[in-house]
């Protein structure tokens, strides 16, 4: 396997945006309007705490209810290791499904963003050293770069934007493609004749496996982003799947050859 991409796709929230802060306020406005509790500002220790176990959230509805565990008590180790149980448990104990927390929380944060959408992208920062990456990356004009995010792309551009980096269109895969992270890579492997090398970097060890899974797909180089929303059991979990690599972020600030 080549051992330098000509084409680099990257998931954006826990690769290269921390949208930690806001995905923390989004889930406390949605778990006081639905659990109305007696104080609206939250205890000193349950943002780092939910910073914490936040890699156990697949799907946004999750994030109040894991607010939820962690008023009720339930240990950060416990919610790490067996978070499935314990949603469902709480899912039955409260009354509550995905449909009433999914929607709620989805209008929560369209309400905040169409009311103050300066104040929600302050909530969103980039990790040490990827801007730079990034800038080192387009100025050489060598590597085509592309975004695959669930991020809507407009945020995408307005955040990439406040530091400088401006990508062209085509470049960014948002929300609006509907369409599983695969496909994307699949239809990337289209844009020339031969194929591209594809390397691409994701902080879900779930979404990596699903590319993995696809038999078209063998040729893309798969990398998990060890400084994004994953637990410890996922960054040991990579060792059982290769090809699949562990990456750290020191490693993504230099140049291609430092990343195996």
Known sequence: MSDRPNLLALDFDGVLCDGL??????????????????????????????????????????????????VLGWTESEILSDWHSISRQLLEQEHLSPEVLGPRLDQIRDEWIATDLPGWLALHGFYPGVCDRLRVILEQDMIELRIITTKEERFVRSLLGQQGIILGPGMIFGKGHKQPKHQTLRDLMTLSDPSPVIWFVEDRMKTLLSVQAQTDLQQVKLFLADWGYNTPIERRLVAEYPPICLLSLSQFSRDFEAWS
């Open 21 to 70: 802060l806001e995905y923390f306020q989004t889930a406390w406005r949605t778990y006081l309007e639905v659990w109305s509790p007696p104080e609206s500002t939250p205890p000193d220790d349950l943002p780092p705490r939910f910073y914490c176990t936040r890699p156990v959230i697949e799907t946004g509805w999750e994030m109040p209810l894991l607010i939820r565990a962690l």
